[in-house]
């Protein structure tokens, strides 16, 4: 069974920076991508980026991209997003998510809630102005 954990979470302050950790169980994640979103109140669950667990590559939303970056522990099976610059707009919940990669070619990332198998709970990130 799969499990997604976040953490990390928290109350910062505009320009501040802060590490979420996803830490992930259950299966060998090698055939993954990892993906994470985010959810203010009253907005749709948005991508924040995603990585390929085998390679590492990296994939990033435009409103994140140059601040933030994820990255991957394969000794501790987690999943990191290093946020900088942080900005009251990016306060919300944070999730984290995995799909199974086919070999049906196309992106190897996928922006859509919609095309993720597994979710963590959560995790609050808030920025003060």
């Known amino acids: 069974q799969v499990q997604l954990v976040e953490s990390g979470g928290g109350l910062v302050q505009a320009g501040d920076s802060l590490r979420l950790s996803c830490a992930a169980s259950?299966?060998?994640?090698?055939?993954?991508?990892m993906g994470w979103f985010r959810q203010a109140p009253g907005k749709e669950r948005e991508f924040v980026g995603a990585?390929?667990?085998?390679?590492?590559?990296?994939y990033y939303s435009d409103s994140v991209k140059d601040r933030f970056t994820i990255s991957i522990d394969n000794a501790k099976n987690t999943v990191y997003l290093q946020m900088n610059s942080l900005k009251p707009e990016d306060t919300a919940v944070y999730y984290c998510?995995?799909?199974?990669?086919?070999?049906?070619?196309?992106?190897?990332?996928?922006?859509?809630?919609?095309?993720?198998?597994?979710w963590g709970q959560g995790t609050q990130v808030t920025v003060s102005s």
């Open positions: 998510a995995a799909r199974v990669l086919t070999p049906s070619g196309g992106r190897w990332y996928r922006t859509s809630p919609s095309e993720y198998d597994y």
């Open positions: 259950g299966r060998t994640f090698t055939g993954y991508a």
């Open positions: 990585i390929r667990w085998t390679i590492a590559t990296t």
